[in-house]
């Protein structure tokens, strides 16, 4: 049973255009996401996170959404750079119960220049 | 920022075999560890948490006699693959939590395993 899913498993896009990466989850329990970024061989690193009482949460060229009725985020970036290319993976965390993550399938990246 | 080592990042090793893999916080100290499996192009499913001094916690299907865990230091935790079959090849990731909340876990490089 997947509660984080990423149906795209892939996304390219050109250098300087906005970069949308979509995840949606199943577990009303969740109250808190996360985004990472991963490279190969390499293991995740922390983008940004939203708590379940926000609806937007923006850092730089990083901007995620949450849209709690349809259980779903997004992330955004603007503008997209060569250097975002990688696996994008969403988790989600019940902070209330748990610091345990799930995580989404990824979505991998390419921005092309 | 905060630094998390694995070692072995390759291994591989025959069926039957055991095999130790090493996930270190090089500049905190983490009371909490986890750890992860990654099957190519899936994602990355939690195996178990490790609590410094204390037994681990393992999830659902994960069989703790296979994959033992050990968290003998509050920066140092290890997970041994025992008896170790072609099945269980696969990316295994440990964190390590620098604080009480879930966007403090850092993640180690991973640990490629092949059981031939």
């Known amino acids: 049973d997947q509660q984080v899913k990423q149906n795209s498993p892939s996304l390219s896009v050109q250098e300087g255009r906005i970069s949308i990466l979509n995840c949606d989850y199943t577990?009303?329990?969740?109250?808190?996401f996360l985004w990472y970024k991963k490279y190969p061989a390499e293991g995740p690193t922390f983008l940004i996170s939203i708590s379940s009482i926000k609806d937007k949460n923006e850092d730089g060229r990083f901007t995620v959404f949450l849209n709690k009725s349809a259980k779903h985020l997004s992330l955004h970036i603007v503008p997209s750079q060569p250097g975002d290319s990688a696996v994008y993976f969403c988790?989600?965390?019940?902070?209330?119960?748990?610091?345990?993550?799930?995580f989404g399938t990824g979505t991998l990246l390419a921005v092309q220049p | 920022g905060a630094v998390v080592s694995q070692h072995p990042s390759r291994v591989i090793c025959k069926s039957g075999t055991s095999v130790k893999i090493e996930c270190r916080s090089l500049d905190f100290q983490a009371t909490t560890m986890f750890w992860y499996r990654q099957f190519p192009k899936q994602s990355l499913m939690l195996m178990a948490t490790?609590?410094?001094?204390?037994?681990?916690?393992?999830e659902q299907g994960v069989e703790k006699d296979k994959f033992l865990i050990n968290h003998a230091s509050l920066t140092l935790s290890t997970l041994t693959v025992t008896s170790a079959h072609p099945e269980d090849s696969s990316f295994y990731i440990c964190s390590a939590q620098a604080g009480g909340r879930v966007d403090t876990q850092y993640f180690g490089p991973g640990t490629r395993l092949t059981v031939l």
């Open positions: 988790a989600a965390s019940n902070r209330g119960a748990t610091n345990k993550l799930i």
């Open positions: 490790s609590n410094e001094g204390s037994k681990a916690t393992y």
């Open positions: 577990n009303s329990m969740f109250d808190y």
